[in-house]
């Protein structure tokens, strides 16, 4: 037997990567002599950066300003491929929230420089297509800090640059883009967006996703309007209208990208499985198993394991689920080609227990649901 093990992470108890490991375990105890194949996946956000490396992308780490200031190490990959470069680049990497404290002073300052230090490396190393994983960040600045670090200059009108962060935009009235990187202009950029949020309004960035990081009320308005002005002063500079479906997405990052570069916005999943090469692991697997720390009705929607469950179901491929807990019915799972599913909450003694031991707990519910699917 031939099984495919793709989970996507179990947040805040396991990356994709150790829970492929523990359900590997699981499995291998009930068919010994099975192939298990670990390939951890991910739909576009935190995680994307792993699953590129798992399935064979270079890491790479680089010292970057931080979201607020703050200097740290981050993570990027590349990839060669008959000499032309691929770079993978996550938000969460150099802007992320985990590296914020979430107050209103800081949801205010917050900026996405560091990101685009990263995009300077990836150029730097040839890169000519750039993969953005959007998630787990800290900003909302439109974007506004990377292109910073790309050489853009955001002017108020005493033609002094701004400070940092999506509190500025709003008195921004002019850009300076004389020192604008050259090679924004040759290169692919690739954003996995599985929002439609637009750039700003009642159900912009600022509106619906600030407040988790640490806004306000009246942070919230000021930031809205900071990103409504950014949109304004972005479409008098190139002719281009930012505000989209998608463009609010990691605080409004794709909004500077879809001004001043050909971006296009694809759903998470299928560009990450693209990436990996997930559809010749499918070709050769028997059975797929997958799973997430919490698969609920948001999962439904085409989060990473239900769109790996749809694929296989397309294949005729079955597929089991074990995740850290399970909200949705059995009717609903076997819909999407689901036969058989186990959460860690039925063979732990508490949630908590379940968190703290996850790769035990992992490793154990694949061995039940293996020997009763």
């Known amino acids: 037997m031939r099984i495919l093990i793709a989970p996507d992470k179990f947040k805040g108890s396991l990356t994709a990567a150790e829970a492929a490991a523990a359900i590997a375990e699981g499995a291998l105890r009930v068919y010994p002599d099975a192939v298990a194949t670990q390939f951890p996946i991910a739909d576009g956000g ?14 790479h780490i680089n010292a970057v300003v931080g979201p607020i200031l703050a200097p740290l190490g981050a993570a990027w990959a590349t990839r060669k491929d008959d000499g032309n470069v691929a770079a993978v680049i996550e938000t969460a990497q150099a802007s992320g929230l985990a590296d914020m404290e979430p107050t209103p002073a800081n949801a205010l300052r917050a900026h996405s420089y560091g990101c685009g230090q990263l995009i300077a490396a990836a150029l730097d190393a040839g890169a000519t297509e750039i993969v953005l994983g959007l998630g787990g960040s800290a900003m909302t600045d439109g974007g506004s800090g990377a292109l910073r670090a790309l050489g853009l200059k955001p002017l108020d009108s005493a033609g002094n640059v701004v400070p940092l962060g999506g509190g500025s935009l709003a008195d921004v009235v002019a850009l300076d883009t004389s020192g604008l990187d050259p090679r924004l202009a040759a290169t ?6 599985d929002v439609r949020n637009p750039l700003y309004g009642n159900l912009g960035a600022a509106h619906v996703f600030a407040p988790q990081k640490g806004a306000d009320p009246d942070a ?8 409504r002005n950014w949109a304004s002063v972005l479409r008098t500079a190139t002719g281009r209208d930012v505000n989209v479906p998608g463009a609010g997405a990691a605080g409004g990052f794709p909004a500077s990208f879809l001004a001043f570069t050909d ?3 694809e759903g998470g999943f299928a560009l990450v499985a693209g990436l990996t090469g997930l559809a010749a692991q499918l070709s050769e697997a028997d059975l797929v198993i997958t799973g997430e720390g919490s698969l609920d ?6 989060k ?5 469950a749809d694929a296989a179901r397309d294949r005729g491929i079955p597929v089991i ?10 009717e609903d799972l076997a819909g999407h080609g689901v036969v058989a599913a186990a959460q860690l909450l039925d063979v732990a003694p508490s949630p908590e227990d379940a968190v703290a031991h996850a790769a035990k707990y992992l490793a154990w519910a694949t061995s039940q649901v293996l020997e009763g699917a």
């Open 321 to 330: 689920v074990v995740a850290g807990r399970i909200l949705v019915t059995p």
């Open 46 to 59: 935190e995680g994307t950066l792993e699953a590129a490396v798992a399935a064979g992308y270079e890491e």
């Open 263 to 265: 971006a296009t916005l």
């Open 297 to 302: 009705s948001q999962s439904l929607t085409g």
């Open 220 to 227: 919230v308005e000021l930031l809205d309007a900071g990103l």
């Open 188 to 193: 692919t950029f690739r954003i996995a967006v």
């Open 304 to 308: 990473a394991p239900i769109a790996l």
